[in-house]
């Protein structure tokens, strides 16, 4: 069916970047009428699709489908654990990660995968596609939680901090921030008395204690404490290194790393041994030293040559 004319030019706007409509409390533009209503929602709290099976509330409609899936019936069981899913091929593709088998394998290097949309993102390192964009500023991203999660930056951000005018979302954020400034900790552990600046840090520094990992790979059901765990950890399963040096193109899959590749070009070396007299670039190359010391002062006090220790 043949677009109406209003719909032509509607869609003429995704070129030539027109967006007419605009948000009178944070200045944001959009394209359509549709989309600036929505967006007011983020301002006013309201929350016009509900939810009839819990009453749960929502601003838009498709976050309310989402939302509607978790009533519906999962009537096939993993009989291995006892985990429930809507479809029969659900069952199937979940029992994979108890039998180990990867079906999928990607043809320029060889690595396998559970599950075909697996193999799909992890090509896109070698081909270098990146198929979603933010229509903010254009950045493009191969996946598209990455780029869900870039778009937050473009969100208007109205409390600033007087300390350093960095600026956040909620005056929540704003309390929490300025804590790093303060160095007030009002959260502390039970266990141990360590003391937090944040409610979100206690709860995940209290799995200490209990051992909890609440966070599984999809790719081969190892747990951690922290989804940054598991997304750090799922880099291993889909070779995805994400930071990149700037002076030599090197990549690694964790910020760490690359900060510590970095010094190999900066020449900086933060760890400094003070028996030694020698700085380390790596905090691991610190402490071997240490040890040296150490083991050379154990031994010259087990055989009683006090004459060793006038070098310590």
């Not at 109406?4 to 009178?24: D, L, N």
């Not at 300390?163 to 921030?177: D, N, R």
């Not at 266990?191 to 609440?214: I, M, Q, Y």
């Not at 599984?216 to 950890?233: A, I, M, P």
């Amino acid at each position: 069916m043949p677009l109406t004319s209003t719909e032509v030019k509607v869609h003429q706007r995704t070129h030539t970047g027109v967006k007419p409509y605009f948000c009178s409390d944070c200045g944001k533009r959009f394209t359509t009428l549709q989309a600036l209503t929505i967006h007011q929602r983020v301002h006013t709290g309201e929350k016009p699709y509900s939810c009839l099976d819990c009453g749960k509330s929502f601003s838009r409609l498709d976050k309310l489908k989402s939302h509607q899936l978790i009533h519906i019936a999962k009537p096939f069981s993993c009989s291995d654990c006892g985990k429930c899913f809507k479809t029969s091929t659900e069952v199937k593709v979940h029992q994979r990660t108890h039998t180990g088998v990867k079906p999928y394998f990607c043809s320029a290097c060889g690595k396998r995968f559970t599950t075909s949309q697996a193999l799909t993102i992890h090509q896109r390192v070698h081909t270098g596609e990146k198929p979603y964009s933010c229509s903010d500023c254009g950045k493009s991203f191969s996946r598209l939680d990455k780029l869900k999660s870039h778009q937050l930056i473009h969100i208007a951000k109205p409390f600033s901090c007087s300390g350093c005018v960095k600026c956040f979302k909620t005056s929540t954020e704003l309390t929490v921030h300025q804590r790093t400034h303060t160095g007030e900790k009002p959260y502390f552990c039970s266990a141990c008395g360590k003391s937090f600046s944040r409610l979100d840090t206690l709860k995940v520094h209290e799995r200490v204690h209990t051992g909890e990992k609440p966070y599984s790979c999809s790719d081969c059901g190892k747990c951690f404490t922290t989804t940054s765990d598991v997304t750090v950890h799922q880099r291993t399963h889909t070779g995805e290194k994400p930071y990149s040096c700037s002076d030599c193109g090197k990549c690694f899959k964790t910020s760490t790393e690359l900060t510590v590749h970095q010094r190999t070009h900066t020449g900086v070396k933060p760890y400094f041994c003070s028996d030694y007299g020698k700085s380390f670039s790596q905090l691991e190359k610190l402490k071997c030293p240490q040890r040296i010391h150490i083991d050379s002062l154990t031994s010259a006090l087990t055989v009683g040559r006090v004459s060793d220790l006038d070098t310590f």
